[in-house]
């Protein structure tokens, strides 16, 4: 099964959902998560996943997540 990190830059409180979300989303399994990442501007974290699933599984999570968050939050996709 492809592995995948899913890195989401964003508000803080929005973090713990992001990652709930993909975790819980048909056909993705989270396998770690970093703890988030403080910037320099304290209403901007970052948040690094890695999950396992296949592409199809992988994007429509992306797509279906990105779709409820702020859109001052953003989730990128790279093939491990």
Do not use: C, F, K
């Amino acid at each position: 099964m492809p592995a995948y990190v899913i890195t989401y830059q964003g508000p803080p409180t929005l973090a713990v959902r992001a990652a709930t979300l993909l975790a819980d989303s048909t056909g993705v399994e989270l396998t770690s998560s970093d703890p988030p990442e403080r910037s320099d501007d304290p209403e901007h974290v970052t948040l690094s996943l890695t999950v396992q699933g296949s592409d199809d599984a992988v994007t429509a999570a992306i797509e279906d997540v990105g779709s409820l968050l702020s859109p001052y939050a953003t989730l990128e996709v790279s093939a491990i």
